[in-house]
């Protein structure tokens, strides 16, 4: 195009106004009434950034996806024969739920997770698996023109990878948008576990179904066939499923726990998660297939030690979990926002649960007037001997009593919590998983943790004393933080800054502190904790110090 056009067609073009200071009231001014104009401001994407349009929106397709299951399921089972396999489905989904649950018991995750994943095992995978693999074994059974083989070939390879992708599905959403509290493989299993059972409910109740309504046509009287397809599905082989879908939890889990670095281990983790599931569930639901007694071999030979395996490994995980407490919060005990002996009792689920109980008694104790029990007493009476029953309490004061007990527990099953995320948070912080807002999330923690640490500071150091976690009477009393009046901000004594530990990638960044300005303490080398006298801790023998 030569210069001469291209003059001629910007001259052709209409002026754009030139924005000065003095022009632009009469530009606005020009500008027609509402009711006049063509274009109109859009809220674009605003209504799903909402959480609660996206909460909403999630469980109503879930909802309508367990809709249409529970409509198939009756329509090939019957409406008695529905009721029949939805009232024996229902019996080994809380001993699950309850199994699951207490292995997350050191970091719980939140239960609109779990429900997530249960509703989407039992709807969104469940209704996937039955229109898919419906589909592929019609597919092959017209191809092949071999109903049986095409049978065979659906339960060995189409429907284990249909299932477990399905079920693969929640494990990888909550994994994606719910980073916060899927951080190890403890949670993927868990997470894993609520999706496998929500599946094998929906299926046990198409199988147990179909068992009774094959007893209605032959006329057993005994159920013969209901009984032995529950004696299989909910007595011999209820962790069937979960054992599956475990293995992709695994996966998931260690990509979690994984360091941003390792690329190739925190993709490949999750995929070769699912495979071990496909082809475990293929073994499987192919051992029938090997034979008369193939069933068998395969359930002895392989299931049984593959979960006593896996169970094996999640324990191990929760227990790595509890190590973790005491490796990454001694550094706050340094730093003085815990005491000593916090990090040894925290570490420790049998002191955990004695602490929330101390904290009810004495409570409950300091409601009813009456002392928590004497320092002679001690040796002879043990620590669940202390509760407010044994004082005489007016019948009027007890539900202030009981409510008091209960809220002192709940400040120190809160603190328990709090302490337990900053533990995992310094954990991510060194593998260099935390995100850009450590500090900020560290700072929150460490505000929740001391308005609670008067009830539940106490209570902790009494039962890691009880539990044995630490030698009574000479653990190095609790340095409190005070205000640096230079700086404004919280220091531990001695001036240096806020946590120095290497594997703190922060350390030295002063924070805002919290609303609290306790005095300096400064302890001798053996001196008692302050918490020894508030509980009056039994005596123990062999307390002399070390000469």
């Known amino acids: 195009m030569s210069d001469g056009s291209v003059q001629q067609q910007r001259q052709s073009q209409p002026a754009v106004p030139v924005l000065e200071e003095h022009l632009v009231g009469e530009v606005l001014a020009a500008v027609p009434d509402r009711s006049q104009w063509r274009y109109h401001p859009r809220r674009v994407g605003m209504l799903w950034r909402s959480r609660t349009f996206r909460v909403v929106a999630v469980f109503t397709v879930l909802a309508l996806c367990g809709l249409v299951i529970l409509a198939l399921v009756r329509d090939q089972t019957g409406t008695q024969g529905f009721l029949v396999g939805l009232g024996l489905a229902v019996l080994p989904v809380p001993v699950l739920m309850t199994a699951f649950r207490w292995l997350d018991r050191v970091e719980p995750g939140p239960?609109?997770?779990?429900?997530?994943?249960?509703a989407w095992g039992a709807c969104a995978a469940a209704l996937v698996a039955i229109l898919a693999n419906s589909f592929a074994t019609r597919w092959i059974a017209t191809a092949t023109a071999d109903p049986g083989g095409a049978d065979t070939l659906g339960a060995t390879v189409i429907a284990p990878v249909v299932e477990e992708s399905a079920k693969a599905a929640a494990v990888f959403l909550l994994f994606l948008f719910r980073r916060r509290d899927f951080d190890g493989i403890v949670d993927g299993v868990v997470v894993a576990g609520f999706t496998a059972t929500g599946f094998a409910f929906t299926e046990n109740i198409l199988y147990l179904g179909n068992a009774f309504g094959e007893d209605q046509q032959t006329g057993s009287g005994f159920a013969a066939v209901t009984a032995a397809t529950f004696f299989v599905r909910a007595v011999m082989s209820p962790f069937a499923h979960p054992l599956f879908t475990v293995l992709t939890g695994i996966g998931f889990g260690i990509a979690a726990s994984s360091a941003r670095r390792q690329r190739v281990r925190r993709i490949a983790s999750p995929l070769l998660g699912l495979l071990l599931a496909m082809g475990m569930h293929a073994l499987w639901n192919g051992s029938s297939s090997f034979g008369p007694y193939g069933f068998y071999v395969v359930y002895g030979a392989f299931m049984v030690p593959a979960f006593g395996l896996v169970t094996w490994l999640a324990i191990w995980a929760r227990l790595r979990e509890l190590r973790t407490l005491g490796?990454?919060?001694p550094v706050y005990a340094e730093a003085g926002w815990l005491s000593p002996a916090e990090p040894a009792a925290l570490s420790s689920m049998r002191a955990r649960g004695m602490?929330?109980?101390?904290?009810?008694?004495?409570?409950?104790?300091?409601?009813?007037?009456?002392?928590y029990g004497r320092p002679?007493?001690?040796a002879s009476r043990p620590a669940h001997a202390f509760h407010p029953a044994h004082a005489r309490i007016p019948a009027t004061s007890l539900k202030e009593v009981r409510t008091r007990g209960r809220a002192a527990a709940r400040t120190v099953a809160e603190y328990e919590s709090f302490a337990t995320s900053l533990a995992f948070l310094r954990r991510q912080a060194r593998r260099g998983t935390a995100g850009p807002d450590f500090a900020e999330r560290e700072r929150e923690l460490l505000h929740h943790l001391w308005q609670r640490r008067e009830?539940?500071?106490?209570?902790?150091?009494?039962?890691a004393h009880a539990t044995g976690r630490l030698r009574p009477r000479y653990v190095p009393a609790m340095r409190r933080p005070y205000q640096d009046q230079a700086h404004g901000t919280y220091r531990p004594h001695g001036g240096h800054a806020p946590y120095p530990h290497p594997g703190n990638p922060y350390a030295g960044q002063?924070?805002?502190?919290?609303p609290y300005n306790p005095a300096p303490h400064h302890p001798g080398p053996y001196s008692p904790t302050p918490y020894d006298s508030a509980y009056d801790r039994p005596h123990l023998p062999h307390t002399d110090p070390p000469r």
């Open 376 to 378: 002679q007493d001690h």
């Open 327 to 329: 490796v990454e919060l």
């Open 455 to 463: 009830t539940a500071g106490p209570a902790l150091a009494y039962a």
């Open 111 to 118: 239960w609109r997770s779990m429900l997530f994943a249960f």
């Open 355 to 371: 602490a929330r109980d101390v904290a009810r008694q004495r409570a409950g104790a300091a409601a009813a007037g009456a002392p």
């Open 510 to 514: 002063p924070y805002s502190a919290p």
